[in-house]
């Protein structure tokens, strides 16, 4: 995918009232800042950037700021909704972000984390 098309889909999928920036140069890292109604994430370039934009989304989207859930199930629906859309946008997920998603949200997997989600990541 080209990067006009990358924002494109940014512009179609950034939250009603939310704004979008880049990460500082060179950094991996994304965050969702509920308060100030802004994703930071990564320049797109491809499948793995494309998950972690659609992921911050995720948590915008799914109003993780007011439901209040465990932190694990928030990661496991953050994840869940940026598969969705990769599917929908006809990208081949890799097993090796498939594992690497699974391994995030196994970091907030504690004793209180649903079965669903404890089997998603394998734990
Ligand atoms: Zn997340």
Same mark, same amino acid.
């Given at each position: 995918?080209?990067?006009?098309?990358?924002?494109?889909?940014?512009?179609?999928?950034?939250?009603?009232?939310?704004?979008?920036?880049?990460?500082?140069?060179?950094?991996?890292?994304?965050?969702?800042?509920?308060?100030?109604?802004?994703?930071?994430?990564?320049?797109?370039?491809?499948?793995?950037?494309?998950?972690?934009?659609?992921?911050?989304?995720?948590?915008?989207?799914?109003?993780?700021?007011?439901?209040?859930?465990?932190? @694990?199930?928030?990661?496991?629906?953050?994840?869940?909704?940026?598969?969705?859309?990769?599917?929908?946008?006809?990208?081949?997920? @890799?097993?090796?972000?498939?594992?690497?998603?699974?391994?995030?949200?196994?970091?907030?997997?504690?004793?209180?984390?649903?079965?669903?989600?404890?089997?998603?990541?394998?734990?």
């Amino acid at each position: 995918m080209q990067s006009l098309l990358y924002d494109e889909i940014i512009k179609r999928h950034t939250p009603r009232g939310w704004t979008v920036c880049l990460s500082p140069e060179g950094a991996k890292w994304a965050w969702c800042f509920v308060d100030s109604r802004k994703i930071m994430v990564p320049r797109i370039t491809g499948a793995s950037t494309l998950y972690v934009f659609f992921h911050e989304v995720g948590h915008a989207v799914l109003d993780h700021e007011h439901r209040k859930q465990l932190r @694990s199930v928030e990661e496991y629906e953050a994840t869940q909704y940026a598969f969705g859309l990769l599917r929908v946008y006809g990208v081949v997920v @890799s097993r090796g972000l498939v594992q690497e998603a699974k391994a995030y949200v196994k970091t907030y997997i504690g004793p209180r984390t649903p079965d669903y989600v404890k089997r998603w990541a394998k734990v």
